[in-house]
């Protein structure tokens, strides 16, 4: 019971960690202009996300454009996007595995140690997404840390986290606790004892009952 229990919870984390991935992924809100300097009052504010840039004005009025051609963007958000999109896939192909391989479905077969096996797959799979999206992540911040700090980059363009990078950060975060979950649920094989037991040692062979007159 509690190695099943264990998967579950393994699941459910995996699963909203996949959630948050593909949410932090749409979101446009991966860095936001920073007010530092002469730039604390402005009448507008700029967010840039893997797929689009958008700009809320004071009126309350958002508007959005999507980045027109890829090849164009930086290398860096294009290797972020790609490692975003394969950490959501593997991830999603994790899962799938692991439900073959939990206790409580009947899928995979019947056979107790071959499910565990086949658990212990997507959880190592689902790391593997999970790790995916965390250099993703990782990367994306460290270009915006980076270019904040260089002192040639025009204050007014300068940068900082935005809210989706932290929910894709917490959504890979998941995902590795899952997949670390699902991954440990493998029980052990029970060793054989070398010595035969104490009842197997003591019987003799059976006796003879005959009687004789």
């Not at 996949?18 to 949410?23: E, R």
């Not at 990782?138 to 270009?143: E, G, L, P, Q, V």
């Not at 260089?150 to 975060?173: C, D, H, M, Q, R």
Request: proline share 3%.
């Amino acid at each position: 019971m509690a190695n099943s229990g264990v998967q579950l919870l393994g699941f459910f984390l995996s699963l909203i960690g996949i959630v948050g991935l593909i949410i932090g992924t749409i979101l446009p809100q991966w860095k936001m202009s920073a007010y530092i300097g002469d730039n604390i009052i402005t009448a507008v504010a700029m967010y840039q996300g893997l797929w689009m840039s958008c700009a809320f004005q004071s009126t309350g009025q958002l508007q959005c454009k999507i980045y027109d051609s890829i090849l164009q963007l930086d290398s860096s958000l294009q290797a972020t996007r790609a490692l975003m999109i394969v950490g959501i896939i593997v991830s999603v192909a994790g899962l799938g595995v692991a439900c073959m391989g939990m206790k409580c479905t009947t899928c995979g077969g019947s056979e107790k140690v071959r499910k565990s096996r086949i658990a212990m797959t997507g959880g190592i799979i689902l790391l593997v997404g999970g790790l995916c999206a965390i250099v993703a992540c990782s990367w994306f911040a460290h270009n915006v840390i980076r270019a904040f700090y260089n002192p040639y980059t025009p204050v007014n363009t300068k940068f900082e986290f935005g809210a989706a990078i932290f929910i894709a950060w917490g959504g890979s975060l998941l995902d590795v606790l899952g997949g670390a979950m699902l991954a440990a649920s493998c029980p052990r094989k029970k060793q054989a004892s070398k010595y035969p037991s104490m009842g197997t040692s003591r019987s003799g062979p059976p006796s003879s009952t005959k009687e004789y007159v």
